[in-house]
């Protein structure tokens, strides 16, 4: 079947303007996950979702940052007024359940780079 | 907080040559440990995972053992091939927040024919 999905694949944004990075986790999949990920570095945390309710966004760098899952399906992040510092990869990945036994997929990510 | 350290790469070694790296991880609980695994030109996936002390992880060759006396869970594989040419990230999950992961830095191996 189809695996987590992620739009668009490379996003160039100039300073200041807002984007929005959209995920479509695996159908059914209740946990969903975001993730940032600079260059030569190791994925950093950044919000969870269970279905529909978001239940830690303790990764979120600022207030800038923003993330939705209204229906419990696709997911979107938004950064506002984007700084250079934002230049990263994005993941999403997503799985069936919500403990350790369940293996997290991602998705190919989302190269920003905000110049 | 919880953290992951693992070895700097790149690490370069020849076709059937033993691989070893080094993770060793800080967690407040009693975390699930991983490896995952990205390609060149392709998305994060899991290698292998362990869940408990002694526990030992494997798949494709590749072994991992969850040593809670050392807080350590470095991947071996006994012959390395090309195609294990890539980028390979050691992980742990405390299960808080539906298992959320902490990854290491990550350690780019490149095998040479």
């Known amino acids: 079947g189809a695996g987590v999905s992620q739009s668009p694949r490379y996003k160039v944004a100039k300073r200041g303007q807002d984007v929005a990075l959209r995920c479509d986790p695996i159908s059914g999949h209740v946990s969903l996950f975001w993730y940032q990920q600079a260059l030569g570095q190791g994925p950093e945390f950044l919000t969870y979702?269970?279905?529909?309710?978001?239940?830690?966004k303790s990764g979120l760098p600022s207030d800038r940052f923003f993330a939705e899952r209204p229906e419990g399906s696709v997911s979107t992040l938004k950064i506002q007024r984007t700084q250079q510092e934002d230049s990263a990869v994005y993941l999403c990945a997503s799985s069936l359940g919500t403990v350790a036994t369940y293996e997290q997929y991602f998705g190919p990510g989302t190269r920003l780079t905000v110049t | 907080g919880n953290s992951v350290t693992q070895m700097e790469g790149p690490v370069t070694l020849s076709e059937e040559a033993f691989l070893t790296i080094n993770c060793t991880y800080t967690?407040?609980?009693?975390?699930?440990l991983f490896w995952y695994v990205q390609y060149p030109g392709e998305g994060l996936q899991l290698l292998l995972k362990a869940t408990k002390a002694d526990d030992k992880g494997s798949n494709k060759g590749f072994e991992a053992t969850y040593r809670k006396e050392t807080t350590s869970f470095h991947l071996e594989k006994g012959s390395v091939q090309v195609s294990d040419s890539a980028v390979y990230f050691c992980?742990?999950?405390?299960?808080?927040?539906?298992?959320?992961?902490?990854f290491g830095g990550g350690t780019r191996v490149l095998v040479k024919p």
């Open positions: 967690a407040t609980g009693y975390p699930s």
């Open positions: 979702f269970q279905n529909e309710a978001q239940l830690d």
């Open positions: 992980a742990l999950s405390e299960g808080a927040a539906g298992n959320k992961l902490t």
